[in-house]
C-alpha cells in the first residue's frame, strides 16, 4: 500500500510537471516576450519545433516593429525640434521697441513668407507674383493698458507697363495702376467661422521697373487681437485669413502656432500686465524641452 501511494503520488507530479510545459494556447498566438521566456524542456520533439518556428517569426517581427518605432520617434523628433526652431527664431526676431516720446510700446517681428500662394484675377494679364510676407505687431499703451495687435501685411505683383503710354498721359507706373484697376484695394479679413476683421490701407507704390515691367507693392495691416491667436494655439493648428478685395477674388493668409506663440511670449515681456499673453509659449517650450530630454 504504501508503495502504492509513492508512485501515486510520483505520476501526479510527472502529470503536474508535464501540464506546467505544455503551452495554454498556440505558440503562434504568443509575444516575442512570452515565447522568449517559455521553458522548452518538457516538450516533445513537434512542439519544440512549432516553438522555434514561432520564435523566430516573432522574432523577426519584434525587430521590424522597433525599427518602425526608431522611425517614427526620429520623424518626430524632427518634427519637434522644427517647431522649436520657428517658435524661437519668431522669439529672437520680435523686437521691443521704447520710445520716450511715443506713448505706446511697439513689438514688432520680422517678414515672414505666407506659406500659399495666391492668384488673383491679374493672372490673365501674366502677372508675376512675389510670395506675399507679413509679420506680426503690436502697440501697447502703458498708461491705458491699452493693446493693439495687427498682422502687417506686404503684397507684391508685377506687370508690363506700356512707357508710350506713361509718356503720353504724363502719368506714374503708380497712377496708370490706378487708372487700369489693378491695385486690390483689400476691405476685410475673415477668420473661419466668418468672424470679420478689419483692415487698414497702409500704402500703395511701385517698387521698381526694369524693361517695362514694372513691380507693383500694396502694404495693409490686419487688426487681430490675442484671442484670435490663443483659439487657433488651442486647437494647434494656424491661424488662417481670407484676406477679401474690392477688385480681386480673396486670398489666403496663415499664421503658425508656434509664429504666434514666439510673437506672444516677447510681447509679454513688454509689460507685467501682459504677462498672461506668454503662457502658451512658456507651456510649449517647457513641453518640447521635456519631451526631447526623454
Same mark, same amino acid.
Not at 517569426?57 to 525599427?67: C, R, T, Y
Not at 520710445?99 to 510700446?105: L, P, Q
Not at 473661419?192 to 495691416?221: H, P, Q, V, Y
Not at 494647434?236 to 481670407?242: G, S
Given at each position: 500500500?504504501? $508503495?502504492?501511494?509513492?508512485?501515486?503520488?510520483?505520476?501526479?507530479?510527472?502529470?503536474?510537471?508535464?501540464?506546467?510545459?505544455?503551452?495554454?494556447?498556440? #505558440?503562434?498566438?504568443?509575444?516575442?516576450?512570452?515565447?522568449?521566456? #517559455?521553458?522548452?524542456?518538457?516538450?516533445?520533439?513537434?512542439?519544440?519545433?512549432?516553438?522555434?518556428?514561432?520564435?523566430?517569426?516573432?522574432?523577426?517581427? $519584434?525587430?521590424?516593429?522597433?525599427?518602425?518605432?526608431?522611425?517614427?520617434?526620429?520623424?518626430?523628433?524632427?518634427? +519637434?525640434?522644427?517647431?522649436?526652431?520657428?517658435?524661437?527664431?519668431?522669439?529672437?526676431?520680435?523686437?521691443?521697441?521704447? =520710445?520716450?516720446?511715443?506713448?505706446?510700446?511697439?513689438?514688432?517681428?520680422?517678414?515672414?513668407?505666407?506659406?500659399?500662394?495666391?492668384?488673383?484675377?491679374? =493672372?490673365?494679364?501674366?502677372?508675376?507674383?512675389?510670395?506675399?510676407?507679413?509679420?506680426?505687431?503690436?502697440?501697447?499703451?502703458?498708461?491705458?493698458?491699452?493693446? =493693439?495687435?495687427?498682422? #502687417? +501685411?506686404?503684397?507684391?505683383?508685377?506687370?508690363? +507697363?506700356?512707357?508710350?503710354?506713361?509718356?503720353?498721359?504724363?502719368?506714374?507706373?503708380?497712377?496708370?495702376?490706378?487708372?487700369?484697376?489693378?491695385?486690390?484695394?483689400?476691405?476685410?479679413?475673415?477668420?473661419?467661422?466668418?468672424?470679420?476683421?478689419?483692415?487698414?490701407?497702409?500704402?500703395?507704390?511701385?517698387?521698381?521697373?526694369?524693361?517695362?515691367?514694372?513691380?507693383?507693392?500694396?502694404?495693409?495691416?490686419?487688426?487681430?487681437?490675442?484671442?484670435?491667436?490663443?483659439?487657433?494655439?488651442?486647437? $494647434?493648428?494656424?491661424?488662417?485669413?481670407?484676406?477679401?478685395?474690392?477688385?480681386?477674388?480673396?486670398?489666403?493668409?496663415?499664421?503658425?502656432? =508656434? $509664429?504666434?506663440?514666439?510673437?506672444?511670449?516677447?510681447?509679454?515681456?513688454?509689460?507685467?500686465?501682459?504677462?498672461?499673453?506668454?503662457?502658451?509659449?512658456?507651456?510649449?517650450?517647457?513641453?518640447?524641452?521635456?519631451?526631447?530630454?526623454?
Amino acid at each position: 500500500m504504501k $508503495h502504492f501511494v509513492i508512485i501515486v503520488s510520483i505520476l501526479a507530479f510527472s502529470l503536474a510537471l508535464q501540464a506546467q510545459d505544455e503551452p495554454t494556447r498556440p #505558440f503562434i498566438e504568443m509575444s516575442y516576450e512570452e515565447l522568449q521566456g #517559455f521553458d522548452v524542456q518538457g516538450l516533445d520533439k513537434k512542439q519544440k519545433k512549432a516553438h522555434k518556428k514561432a520564435l523566430k517569426k516573432a522574432k523577426k517581427a $519584434h525587430k521590424k516593429a522597433k525599427k518602425a518605432a526608431a522611425k517614427s520617434r526620429k520623424k518626430r523628433e524632427k518634427a +519637434v525640434r522644427k517647431k522649436l526652431k520657428k517658435f524661437n527664431r519668431s522669439y529672437t526676431k520680435t523686437k521691443i521697441i521704447r =520710445d520716450d516720446f511715443e506713448a505706446t510700446i511697439e513689438v514688432a517681428g520680422k517678414y515672414t513668407v505666407n506659406r500659399s500662394r495666391n492668384t488673383s484675377f491679374l =493672372d490673365a494679364l501674366n502677372t508675376t507674383y512675389a510670395p506675399t510676407e507679413y509679420f506680426l505687431r503690436a502697440f501697447y499703451n502703458p498708461a491705458t493698458h491699452s493693446l =493693439d495687435i495687427q498682422a #502687417f +501685411v506686404k503684397r507684391k505683383f508685377s506687370l508690363e +507697363v506700356p512707357q508710350a503710354k506713361l509718356n503720353f498721359l504724363e502719368i506714374s507706373p503708380a497712377a496708370y495702376a490706378t487708372r487700369k484697376g489693378w491695385w486690390a484695394n483689400y476691405t476685410n479679413a475673415k477668420l473661419r467661422g466668418g468672424i470679420t476683421r478689419n483692415i487698414n490701407r497702409i500704402s500703395k507704390s511701385t517698387d521698381s521697373c526694369l524693361g517695362g515691367i514694372c513691380a507693383f507693392l500694396e502694404k495693409f495691416a490686419i487688426d487681430l487681437n490675442s484671442d484670435d491667436m490663443f483659439n487657433a494655439i488651442e486647437k $494647434h493648428e494656424d491661424l488662417a485669413l481670407k484676406v477679401n478685395s474690392a477688385n480681386e477674388k480673396a486670398f489666403f493668409l496663415y499664421i503658425p502656432a =508656434d $509664429h504666434m506663440m514666439g510673437f506672444l511670449l516677447k510681447l509679454s515681456e513688454a509689460d507685467s500686465k501682459l504677462a498672461y499673453l506668454g503662457k502658451p509659449g512658456r507651456e510649449f517650450r517647457a513641453e518640447i524641452t521635456q519631451e526631447l530630454g526623454r
